[in-house]
């Protein structure tokens, strides 16, 4: 089965507020972009992705995404993350009515292409499933097969009300990119270990270096600028600028 993604991302000016602490409100935008940029590119690099669509009003982040073969899609409805991405699957289906659509977070920029792949392999066996966040509290992807409505529930507590919506839990270990959002320094820390891609190893650069990042954030030199992420073989394309 292949898989349609659908990846909401706020304005930038509004994103990863919780960052601010760790990066600095001047930093934090950019690397909310970097964030999307790295995990967009990994997705569209796993092998059961046919496409990624991407519901932004940012221009700068949609001209920047649409760049990595993203289909950029605006947010009219305007009412929060669950009705955007209910929009963009909607958009999808008008399209192809009979496509398997997921929903992933925007801020996994330790996302490995074949970490992706073995859950949207077990997601393929579901009707709706769903991977929990690395703390177990939240949802970083939700699944539909074609002819089931993804019914989004995200933000706050999504494991416990995407669990008693129906869909699935995928259990799976060593899938650890695909759980590792970045809300706060910490899980920005937790997913530089995993090893991030490269736009956010290029942002981390001038975080580490304005002084605001210490605790949370690795100093510069703790690990290379731009890690590999191969994993059994796989690898990210090329940055793009």
């Known amino acids: 089965m292949a898989w349609t993604l659908v990846v909401p ?10 960052l601010s602490e760790a990066a600095g409100d001047e930093l934090r935008p950019g690397l909310a972009l970097a964030f999307a940029l790295d995990t967009v590119a990994a997705a569209l690099s796993a092998g059961l992705v046919r496409g ?6 940012d221009p ?3 001209r920047e995404l649409s760049a990595l073969g993203a289909r950029i899609l605006p947010d009219p409805p305007g009412s929060g993350l669950n009705a955007a991405l209910a929009h963009a699957a909607r958009a999808v289906r008008e399209d192809r009515p009979g496509a398997a659509v997921a929903a992933l977070n925007a801020d996994l920029p330790a ?5 992706l792949d073995q859950v949207l392999e077990v997601a393929s066996g579901l009707s709706r499933a769903f991977l929990a966040d690395a703390a177990g509290v939240g949802t970083t992807l939700l699944s539909a097969a074609p002819g089931t409505a993804l019914a989004p529930a995200f933000g706050g507590a999504s494991r416990a009300r995407h669990r008693a919506s129906g869909a699935r839990e995928i259990e799976l270990t060593g899938v650890d990119s695909v759980r590792r959002d970045v809300d706060t320094g910490e899980d ?6 995993l ?8 942002r981390l650069g001038p975080v580490a270096a304005s002084g605001q990042a210490q605790g949370p954030v690795p100093a510069p030199g703790a690990r290379p600028a731009a890690p590999e992420r191969a994993c059994g073989g796989d690898s990210l394309p090329a940055d793009r600028g």
């Open 9 to 18: 991302l706020k304005p930038l000016a509004r994103a990863k507020s919780r």
């Open 52 to 57: 990624v669509t991407v519901v932004t009003d």
């Open 60 to 62: 700068l982040a949609g």
């Open 111 to 115: 996302l490995r292409p074949a970490e």
């Open 188 to 193: 920005l820390r937790a997913a530089r270990a």
């Open 195 to 202: 090893g991030v891609g490269p736009h956010t190893a290029r």
